[in-house]
């Protein structure tokens, strides 16, 4: 995919508002318990959950047919294309691909990578893209430690989703499309580093964020294209100062202004941090 058809499709991924519909369910997410796993704690990790860019399914203006099946790994524009995720940290000279596997018929693909410098493991989560609603629960349940799950790799029992010590939710912003009635309350008064790449996510997810009590690293506070250059820089200053949040800010917006072709200063006002 060449690079000048990114630059076009900016306008193309622009969110659009569907008319929201109510959920039926009704079980409160909070009333959910959870179970302490064990863990190797000196091991970091961050775990991104990625719904798959889809015209049918989810409310955007469509992108060419080719890299908007949200069902297709190969070719999904968040996923196989030269900016998705799996392309974009495989081509990375900061990360060593280590594991790719499929998990069921909702998450399609699951990828580890592992840092060349830092004892550091990224986990990617593909959602076929369908499944929008279920990638952004399991994210805002990960987020409040209401869902937590472990991983064996390299004779480690890595810490994934709520025992992350950073989440990240990369594609369209669902919450634009639906309503989530459930309450994802902070279940263990911990607090987790949050990234989310989505158009207008700081609006869209305050109040979900909020009650998980969730530190919001970047969010969004307008249209945006969540290719993965962006976290990927992030986290090339994440890994080593988890607390320099300016700088973790300015790199992210540079990445983006580069690929974007938008003024630094511009990225920096579309990639916030904090409340």
Not at 191 to 210: E, H, P, Q
Request: glycine letters at 6%.
């Amino acid at each position: 995919m060449k690079h000048l058809l990114y630059v076009l499709l900016v306008l193309s991924i622009s969110c659009i508002n569907k008319s929201e519909s109510t959920q039926a369910n009704s079980k409160l997410v909070n009333e959910a318990k959870v179970e302490a796993v064990k863990f190797d704690t000196a091991i970091k990790t961050a775990h991104i959950l990625v719904a798959l860019c889809d015209n049918k399914y989810q409310g955007i203006v469509p992108v060419p047919a080719a890299i908007g099946n949200g069902a297709d790994l190969n070719n999904n524009l968040y996923w196989g294309c030269s900016y998705g995720i799996r392309s974009y940290f495989k081509a990375s000279k900061e990360w060593t691909l280590i594991r790719r596997s499929a998990i069921n018929n909702i998450k399609l693909e699951r990828l580890v990578f592992k840092n060349k410098s830092k004892p550091f493991y990224l986990i990617c989560d593909a959602y076929k893209g369908q499944n929008i609603k279920e990638c952004t629960i399991d994210f805002l349940k990960s987020s409040a430690g209401l869902l937590k799950d472990t991983l064996s790799i390299d004779n480690h029992i890595l810490g994934i989703n709520g025992n992350a010590k950073l989440l990240a939710y990369i594609g369209h912003d669902g919450l634009m499309d639906f309503r989530l009635i459930e309450a994802f309350k902070n279940a263990d008064n911990r607090t987790r580093d949050v990234v989310i790449l989505a158009c207008k996510s700081k609006k869209y997810f305050t109040g979900y964020i909020d009650q998980a009590k969730a530190n919001p690293l970047l969010w969004t506070s307008d249209l945006m294209c969540p290719e993965a250059y962006t976290i990927h820089d992030l986290l090339s200053v994440y890994i080593g100062d988890e607390h320099n949040v300016k700088e973790m800010n300015l790199v992210a917006a540079r990445a983006y202004s580069k690929h974007q072709k938008c003024s630094v200063k511009a990225a920096q006002n579309l990639l916030v941090s904090g409340f």
